[in-house]
């Protein structure tokens, strides 16, 4: 059975879950507390160097992880990716935009309201949220008349860029002026076999 | 033929610029200065809402923007993107983790240096040095008796940490302590077709 080591508030571990439970293969979770450095521990660190959640451990013990690869490689020959040269490379592009423009935003400053450093590292807050705006601001011109953010359909880059902006408001992001994202926001929580964030 | 908006010293429009050449696909180059604000023009913003370089502007001028998602549309069917489903996944985790724990801080503090911008961020560099020496820390682990970073042979993993890791010092990483990520430089260096990042 594949395994996942996550950690639940994580948006980036939720995007592997959330396509798990579309695609309905069976997992175990391995919880591990980021706070309390268990992603540090020799014994994780020989499954992933880098420190992080989510990773996959694949039934022969071959681990992968950033949260958007295993997404890719769990996606591929499913309807979750399309199979067109272009269609793929646009639903990397937006992968990459989450990764690089959305996410150290605007999942850094939820999980610092969360953690409770806000305060210490307010220095950093303004133009975390400066860009994170940019962020929105891109996609809600995307999704002004498209339904989702490639090839016409829902793909694992909707679930890569819903992860942390359904909970966009914990990090004190107000979702009120972007219509066109909160109504994508609807079209993906409807998809079939969708859960939310809460659930392992 | 196909259009590269790009600026010369980004090692992100680096990546592109080499494998176009290693492919052997002619290609015009647009030289847009960053510095100047020439990606922040509507006629830019009309072919990249993200405003950034490198933008890849197809024949029949739809464009495609992140550099590594442009990387893996140059690649798909040549021998420099593996074909089987885990490998490809590999590749894809290494290109992510050069976007978000290698590039924001390595090609960063390169770009603040030769920006002028060091003396007025310097209340971020330390967290930036300590993390880019983290990113490299990660590359010299899994190089040890490895000769590329996927699939046993060299891929778009490769050149999208090349573009930066081999500029490193220009952001004042030393890479005397990181033999391996050394050899593994030079092993890239020698591929066929390889050409500087000074070529446009």
């Known amino acids: 059975m594949l395994r996942l080591y996550d950690y639940l508030e994580s948006g980036n ?4 879950r959330l396509l798990l439970h ?14 309390k450095g268990e992603t540090r521990t020799p014994a994780f660190l020989a499954r992933n160097p880098n420190g992080r959640i989510p990773t996959l451990e694949l039934e022969d013990g071959t681990c992968l992880a950033e949260s958007n690869a295993i997404l890719w490689y769990l996606a591929e020959g499913t309807r979750y990716l399309p199979e067109e040269r272009l269609p793929r490379s646009q639903v990397l592009q937006w992968m990459f935009f989450e990764q690089y423009s959305h996410e150290p935003n605007i999942a850094t400053l939820r999980f610092w309201t969360h953690a409770g450093f806000l305060a ?3 220095a950093l807050v303004p133009d ?3 860009w994170g705006r940019a962020a929105l ?3 809600e011109g995307h999704l002004r008349g498209r339904p989702f953010f490639a090839a016409e359909r829902y793909s694992i880059a909707d679930i890569a860029l819903y992860a942390y902006t359904h909970v966009a408001d914990e990090g004190g992001f107000d ?18 076999g969708h859960v939310p964030i809460t659930r392992g």
Chains 1, 2 share one sequence.
């Open 13 to 16: 571990g939720y995007k592997v």
């Open 22 to 35: 579309q695609l309905g293969i069976p997992f175990e979770r391995i919880e591990l507390d980021i706070l």
């Open 120 to 122: 210490e590292r307010s």
């Open 128 to 130: 975390k949220r400066k």
């Open 137 to 139: 601001d891109v996609m």
């Open 175 to 192: 979702l009120a002026p972007y219509p066109a994202i909160r109504a994508w926001l609807a079209r993906v929580a409807s998809q079939s």
